[in-house]
């Protein structure tokens, strides 16, 4: 989805169950093949998909400056245990605005709501 097209860009979603999902997948590749992965980009810098990321195995998050602190602090609040129930129960949904919903749940219990970003 080319989310700077404006025709098509409101059906871009980086919490889609199918993009998480394809994103398990490589990580679980790249961990069999013995392969460091990294991701840049949005979904790296935003605390809940972190969380997703680190428990799905990748190795290195790159994203701008300003989203260092609030990335950080999720790393450091939440055990990795516990971002590897929240991958299970993620991976369990069928939809964004599911996904979305049960991000901002875990979060505030976790007392990080803080740290989303807003959403449109």
């Known amino acids: ?56 195995g990748f190795t290195s998050l790159s994203m701008n400056a300003p989203s260092l602190p609030k990335v950080r602090a999720a790393i450091r609040r939440v055990p990795f245990s516990d971002a590897e129930q929240l991958l299970k129960e993620v991976m369990a949904l069928d939809t964004p605005a599911q996904v979305h919903a049960h991000l901002e749940q875990r979060l505030d219990e976790w007392q990080l709501s803080h740290l989303m970003p807003p959403r449109d």
Request: aromatic fraction near 2%; charged fraction near 20%.
């Open 1 to 56: 989805m080319d989310r700077n097209n404006p025709r098509v860009s409101s059906l871009y979603d980086a919490m889609h169950p199918a993009l998480l999902g394809a994103l398990q997948e490589l990580a679980s590749d790249a961990s069999r093949l013995n392969k460091p992965i990294s991701l840049c980009g949005e979904l790296a810098g935003d605390p809940a998909g972190a969380l997703l990321l680190m428990a799905m």
